[in-house]
């Protein structure tokens, strides 16, 4: 699966743009965060009163999962999992585009830019919330971390499955 030049100056553009938002998020302040992650929060519930997906054995059972994995507790208030889950749905993104971009180098250079590549932006967006009178925290660069392999991952996958498909066409 090589994708041509159009393709991958799209996938930079996405990039680019991701990866400003993620600085735009960490740029917030304190009070502009929590105040984005409470709406998450209440967006969640609201969904949840109507569909009831936290009722399920799996949602349960995936909740629990990050909860001691992130927290290494299961007792962490929904507004804090929100927060978390942000940050590695927003890596994992991150990853998988990365990974796509680069991935006409072969699977194991696209697998180190892919997680590499991210997981400096995580160090350096990290760093930089600092200058925005908020605490920066190195297991907030192991979540993103998490996410990005994730998100390689998935493109792995999903390139293995897609050169599948074109094999037996």
Known sequence: ???????????????????????????????????????????????????????????????????????????????????KTAHFGLYFILGFLTYLLFQKYGIIISTIIGISLPNLIATIDEYTQQYYNRGSSLNDVIIDLSGTISGVLFGIVLVLIFKLFLKKK
């Open 1 to 83: 699966m090589v994708i041509d030049v159009k393709k991958r100056m799209f996938l930079v553009f996405l990039i680019v743009v991701w990866v400003l938002t993620i600085f735009y998020f960490s740029s917030r302040t304190p009070v502009e965060s929590s105040q984005q992650s409470n709406l998450v929060t209440k967006i969640l519930k609201k969904i949840d009163s109507i569909i009831d997906f936290s009722n399920t054995k799996l949602f349960k059972n995936i909740e629990l999962f990050m909860k001691k994995l992130w927290f290494r507790t299961q007792y962490v208030p929904a507004e804090m999992l929100v927060r």
